[in-house]
C-alpha cells in the first residue's frame, strides 16, 4: 500500500508546499532508522520464535526467551531494541525514471543527525585515531551508503543500523581457487566457531563470494538484507546457503555463545563473477537483532512501507 504521511508540517499535505522527492527522501530516511531500531521484521521474530521452540538446550532456550521478551517489551513500549544502535548503513537503489535535485548523501546525513536527536540513537560514531565523538553518528563517510542504478520507476531506501560486536567478526578471506565449496564452507565455519558468543548468536550470516575483496565485503553486507523467508533465486546458491546453517548449528555455540543448537538463523550469499586466479570470501555477521526497514519513494512522492 502506498501512503503519504509526513511529520515534518513544512512538507507534504499539511504543509504550504509538497517539498522536493528530496524532503520526502529525509523523512522517510529518519523514519526507517526509526523503525529499525524499535521493531524487527516478521520474518527475523518469527525465525526467533522457531528456534526457541525447537531449542534442546535449557540455557539456549533461556536466552531465547529473554530476547523474545525485549523485543516484545521494545514494541510495546516504542523504545529501542538494542542499546547499541549501530552504524547507519543505507542502501539506496535509485529508479532510471526519478529526477533528484538534491545530493542524497547530505539527505541521509541530515536524516540520520535527525533521528540520532529526536530518536534517540546512541551517539556511536568516533574519529577512528582521536577517538573524538561526533556526538550526531555522522562523520566522514558516515553513515555509509550504497548506491546502486535500477531500472524501476521508483526510489528504493534501506534502513539497517550495524552493531559493533557482530561487525567486528566479518573477515575476509582470498581463497586459492582450488579451495572450491570445500574451502568455502570451511572458511565459514571456522570464522563462526572462532567468533563465539562475540556476535551475539543466533546470528545471520551475510556472505559475499566473488568479485574482488572490496566488492566480496560489500555483497557480504548486502545479502543481509535478504528477508530469512525468501531462498536465493539461484538453486546452487540456496543450497549452499541451507549445507552452511546446518553445519553451523551443529557447532553448539548457541544462543549467546552458551551452547545450544541455534547458533545462526540464517545464511545469505550475494555473489559475482571473478578473475579465474581469484576466489574472494567476505563474511559479515549480524547479531539476532537483524534491524532493517525499506521503503519504495515513488515520482509522485508517494512512499510504500515494506517493512518491518
Known amino acids: 500500500m502506498k501512503v503519504k504521511v ?20 529525509e523523512e ?6 526509526e523503525l529499525a531500531v524499535k521493531r524487527l521484521p516478521r520474518d527475523v521474530i ?12 535449557d540455557l539456549g532456550k533461556m536466552q531465547l526467551e529473554a530476547v523474545l ?3 516484545r517489551l521494545a514494541d510495546e513500549r516504542s523504545t529501542l531494541i538494542c542499546q547499541d544502535t549501530g552504524t547507519i548503513v543505507f542502501f539506496v537503489k535509485i529508479g532510471k525514471g526519478l529526477r533528484l535535485n538534491d545530493d542524497l548523501t547530505i539527505t541521509l546525513k541530515r536524516a540520520t543527525k535527525e533521528a ?14 582521536t577517538r573524538m565523538n561526533s556526538l550526531n553518528n555522522t562523520g566522514v563517510g558516515v553513515p555509509i551508503i550504497h548506491f546502486d542504478l535500477i531500472e524501476d520507476e521508483y526510489l528504493e531506501l534501506t534502513a539497517m543500523p550495524k552493531g559493533a560486536g557482530a ?36 546470528t545471520v550470516i551475510g556472505l559475499g563470494i566473488g568479485g574482488t575483496s572490496d566488492h566480496a565485503m560489500v555483497m557480504a553486507k548486502r545479502a543481509l538484507i535478504r528477508p530469512l523467508n525468501k531462498s536465493n533465486v539461484d538453486p546452487e546458491f540456496s543450497k549452499l546457503e541451507t549445507e552452511i546453517l546446518e553445519t553451523i ?10 551452547g545450544g543448537r541455534w547458533t545462526s538463523l540464517g545464511v545469505r550469499i ?14 559479515n555477521m549480524q547479531c539476532w537483532a537483524a534491524r532493517r526497514a525499506a521503503a519504495r519513494i515513488y515520482p509522485d512522492r508517494a512512499v510504500e512501507y515494506l517493512y518491518p
Open 6 to 25: 509526513f511529520s515534518n508540517p513544512s512538507i507534504g499535505e499539511g504543509g504550504n508546499h509538497l517539498g522536493s522527492l528530496g524532503d520526502v527522501v
Open 28 to 33: 522517510v530516511a529518519f523514519r526507517l532508522i
Open 46 to 57: 518469527s525465525a526467533l520464535k522457531n528456534a526457541y521452540e525447537t531449542e534442546v538446550s
Open 69 to 71: 521478551k525485549n523485543i
Open 116 to 129: 540520532t536527536e529526536k530518536v534517540p540513537l546512541r551517539p556511536n560514531i568516533v574519529h577512528p585515531l
Open 167 to 202: 561487525e567486528n567478526m566479518s573477515a575476509l578471506k582470498m581463497l586459492n581457487p582450488t579451495e572450491g565449496i570445500n574451502g568455502i564452507k570451511r572458511s565459514v565455519i571456522n570464522t563462526v566457531a572462532e567468533a563465539g558468543g562475540k556476535p551475539c548468536p543466533p
Open 249 to 258: 548449528n551443529r557447532t553448539g555455540v548457541g544462543p549467546m555463545g552458551l
Open 270 to 283: 550475494e555473489h559475482a563473477y571473478c578473475h579465474t586466479a581469484s576466489l574472494p570470501l567476505a563474511i
